[in-house]
């Protein structure tokens, strides 16, 4: 979403809290520091729900994808409802793969609508792009008087995040350092397109396995603005399994995902290395002596240094990652906070009483935004 260039502009204060966000770059190791004073909830008139912040940092957030599947007969009265309210079919192509065999693309003004669809399947497929309440209004009324309503399939809540240009490399990686997800199935991984350089972390690998829920974070280019203006997007995606195991089953339930508790998809902590490096070294330590002990050599006090070392090392492996990839350099606070999660998973180190929330007040202002964004849907729909 597009900040307002006039930070004076005229907006709804919905409400206000003494805190706010200020920005700083810590001049030894780079990481930013985000410290609580004089915030603002705003509604704008171009944004549903923009958490406008007195400082270099502002949060938008917002439903980014709204996938929901229909019956193939409504597909004959939706395209010409579509018509009639101004919408321009700019696309009408031919699908080479997957299931459905052709796709439409639909768009008024900065509203987008895309159909899958197909001549021997029993359900076609919508997606809303970045849907408002009355986009969503407009499509869930076509369906309000059918027999049966769309199901929901999955559904993509986005966070912006918008700052000064030179700090968003250090807001990505201030970013994947502590988020966190619960009961994930499949390690976390990074994708780098070496085309653009541009790199997405992903919570879960999806493709490995199924997953309920996930959340990735990546760099993203504003629309409209000049060449180089960027944002940071974290993007939670909810599927199917989580949507109907919390009660939203139609694309009619949509509005009450903003009920969820937004712990239940996104937590930011960080590990207490005051308490986990004393404790990994011991765990080494132990582990290396009662190898030794089963291959029956002695083990003598003279051996305790080198295990002392051994075990200085293994921790640092386990927490910075392999040493050729990460360097000696890297502080293990600097990896992000799956990563390390996951290795300690390998060897089988409960990590979750060296869990420490991160108090730095950016967890509450998202979750004043998921209760904006609750009070914007209920009222409007």
């Not at 972390?201 to 990735?216: E, H, I, L, Q, V």
């Not at 960027?230 to 009920?259: C, H, K, M, Q, Y």
């Not at 360097?327 to 979750?352: N, W």
């Amino acid at each position: 979403m597009k900040i307002p260039k006039n930070p004076n502009a005229s907006s709804e204060v919905i409400s206000s809290r003494p805190e706010a966000f200020e920005t700083k770059q810590s001049s030894t190791s780079g990481e930013l520091i985000i410290i609580p004073d004089k915030l603002k909830l705003r509604r704008s008139d171009c944004d549903y729900c923009d958490l406008r912040l007195d400082s270099d940092l502002a949060v938008h957030a917002g439903f980014d994808v709204v996938t929901a599947s229909f019956l193939t007969r409504y597909r004959f009265d939706l395209f010409p409802y579509l018509e009639e309210l101004g919408f321009d079919c700019l696309t009408d192509s031919r699908l080479e793969s997957g299931i459905y065999g052709r796709h439409r693309f639909y768009r008024r003004a900065s509203e987008q609508i895309e159909i899958l669809y197909g001549a021997d399947l029993a359900n076609d497929q919508i997606k809303l792009h970045s849907p408002t309440p009355p986009l969503f209004g407009l499509v869930d009324g076509f369906f309000r008087d059918k027999v049966r309503l769309p199901k929901l399939s999955q559904v993509e809540i986005a966070f912006d995040f918008y700052c000064d240009q030179g700090m968003i490399p250090h807001f990505h990686d201030y970013l994947k350092t502590i988020a966190f997800l619960k009961h994930r199935r499949k390690p976390s991984f990074c994708y780098r397109n070496h085309d653009d350089e541009s790199e997405t972390y992903y919570a879960t690998d999806r493709k490995k396995g199924p997953s309920s829920k996930s959340w990735k974070i990546y760099e993203k280019q504003s629309e409209g603005e000049p060449c180089g203006r960027s944002f940071i997007r974290l993007e939670i995606t909810l599927d199917r399994p989580f949507l109907t195991a919390n009660g939203f089953d139609a694309l009619s339930d949509l509005p009450g995902v903003w009920d969820l508790d937004l712990s239940k998809l996104l937590e930011f902590h960080r590990l207490n290395y005051d308490k986990l490096i004393p404790y990994m070294k011991k765990f080494a330590f132990k582990a290396m002596i009662r190898e030794r002990r089963e291959m029956k050599r002695p083990v003598s006090p003279n051996r305790f240094h080198a295990f002392e070392l051994a075990a200085r090392n293994w921790v640092g492996v386990v927490l910075r990652g392999d040493w050729r990839n990460s360097g000696l350099s890297m502080r293990p606070q600097d990896v992000p906070l799956l990563e390390q999660i996951d290795r300690l998973k390998a060897h089988e180190i409960d990590y979750g009483r060296f869990l420490d929330p991160v108090e730095d007040g950016l967890f509450s202002h998202l979750s004043e935004l998921f209760k904006a964004n609750r009070r914007l849907w209920r009222g409007a729909v």
